[in-house]
Structures are given as C-alpha cells and as structure tokens.
C-alpha cells in the first residue's frame, strides 16, 4: 500500500524556517516525481515546488523562490522541502504528492497530475 507521510509543520515566526519531511512507504521515491502543494483557508490547493525523478527543480509558485528548496534523501526514502523567511501569506496546509507514472515537473503543477497524497501538514507563520 502506498503512503506519504509528512511531517515537520507547526507554529513559526515571520523569518522563521521549517524543514517538512514526505516519508513514503509501499514504493520507493526514487526516480519519482514529488511535489510538494499547500492550501490556504478558503483558498485553492496550489503548487509550490516540485522534484523530477531526475532530480530538476520547477517552482509552481513564484513567491517561495529564493525562500523555498526541494531535495530528496535515496536512503531515507523522503523528500524535503526546507522553508526560509517564512512569511505569514506561507500560513498553509502543505502536502507532498507523487506521480506514478510521469517524469516531468514542468507543465505538471496542478493537483490532478498527481497520484498520491499525503495528509498534510499545518504550517501557521505569525507573531
């Protein structure tokens, strides 16, 4: 059975950093594409940043560049995405996903071109 577990979230200042971990069990996360997604309150689910089984990079979204990476450890089996100066419009609930079958991050940034999901982790930025 496959899971993707995240963890990591919780409560940080603005400029604070979080690392999230993505665990996966039942596959391996090798030479698979993870992305990692947030949702707002009463906002849409939306790309963040994304990690090709080739190990590119390709942000979905514009305003974590240069705050936001994606790195994936083989031997842990887990995808990271380690979040600096975080900002309180970050407050999200933030999910990794798979795909299993595509290669490719760009092009890819919508919730429906993923497979797997994790159950989300709550990220609040404030004072």
């Known amino acids: 059975q496959v899971q993707l577990v995240e963890s990591g979230g919780g409560l940080v200042q603005p400029g604070g950093s979080l690392r999230l971990s993505c665990a996966a069990s039942?596959?391996?996360?090798?030479?698979?594409?993870i992305g990692w997604f947030r949702q707002a309150p009463g906002k849409e689910r939306e790309g963040v940043l994304c990690?090709?089984?080739?190990?590119?990079?390709?942000y979905y979204a514009d305003s974590v560049k240069d705050r936001f990476t994606i790195s994936r450890d083989k031997a842990k089996n887990t995808v990271y995405l380690q979040m600096n100066n975080l900002k309180p419009e970050d407050t999200a609930v933030y999910y990794c996903?798979?795909?299993?079958?595509?290669?490719?991050?760009?092009?890819?940034?919508?919730?429906?071109?993923?497979?797997?999901w994790g159950q989300g982790t709550q990220v609040t930025v404030s004072s």
């Open positions: 996903a798979a795909r299993q079958w595509g290669y490719s991050c760009s092009g890819y940034g919508r919730p429906s071109d993923y497979d797997y």
């Open positions: 039942g596959f391996t996360l090798d030479y698979k594409t």
């Open positions: 990690i090709s089984s080739s190990n590119s990079r390709t």
